[in-house]
């Protein structure tokens, strides 16, 4: 099949199948081999526009009488499509780089933290391969210093990542997914990764354009450091 046969055949799925973008397959693809969202649990999506993620985590959570919730940030106003969402789906309208950590984990139930965070989030594209990357990677950082609440790694371009005002939103024992595009900075980040995460792994999803430099970071099982 053509590279233009394969991204026709993403987008005229996601139409016969209600989801409100293409990018649904990506997250259904990372959910399937790697099981992330379990029924009941607490899911929040950051860059969550235009909710075709919000749509498929809301699948996983089981149902109603499981309960589990999602939320799902972005700088755009976000509504929470009819198709595979019920009550437990709602949207705030948030610059992500300047969300508190205080302020995310007041999003989750009882303010307990998240058991799934969600980063989908990419910079509006130059075309200009290192200043594309670094958008990317200072987004990326700061999903990883909200899930976790401090990161020692620092790249090549410098973005600061240190913080030590609390702990991060994702509980222990939860799973963290976040799009970079890809770099060295990237690459290396996600190996320091290991230390805070039973599981790290990359994956380009089938359903990413041939074009696209994307890729996507799975860590899997946070582990509490003593920082």
């Not at 799925?13 to 693809?29: H, I």
């Not at 526009?49 to 700088?75: F, N, Y």
């Not at 307990?112 to 987004?139: H, N, Q, R």
Request: glycine share 10%; net charge positive; aromatic share 8%.
């Amino acid at each position: 099949m053509s590279v233009s046969g394969t991204v026709d055949f993403f987008y005229k799925e996601a139409l016969r199948l209600g989801y409100v973008a293409r990018s649904a397959f990506k997250l259904l693809q990372i959910q399937k081999q790697h099981n992330l969202i379990l029924p009941g649990a607490s899911v929040l999506d950051l860059g969550c526009a235009p909710g075709a993620w919000l749509q498929v985590a809301c699948q996983h959570l089981g149902p109603l009488e499981k309960g589990g919730s999602v939320v799902g940030v972005d700088v755009k106003k976000v509504k929470v499509p009819s198709a595979y969402c019920d009550a437990r789906v709602r949207t705030i309208s948030t610059n992500v780089l300047s969300l508190l950590r205080d302020q995310a984990r007041n999003l989750s139930p009882e303010g307990k933290g998240f058991s799934v965070v969600l980063s989908d989030m990419c910079p509006s594209i130059s075309g200009i391969t290192t200043k594309d990357a670094a958008l990317s990677f200072e987004l990326g950082c700061q999903a990883f210093s909200l899930a976790i609440g401090k990161i020692d790694y620092l790249g090549e371009y410098d973005v600061p990542m240190y913080d030590d005002n609390g702990s991060g939103i994702l509980r222990t024992g939860g799973n963290l997914v976040v799009k970079f595009l890809e770099s060295e900075d990237a690459q290396g980040f996600g190996k320091s990764c290991k230390s805070n995460f039973s599981k790290v792994s990359w994956l380009r999803p089938k359903a990413t354009r041939s074009s696209s430099r994307e890729i996507y970071l799975i860590c899997q099982g946070l582990r509490r450091s003593k920082f």
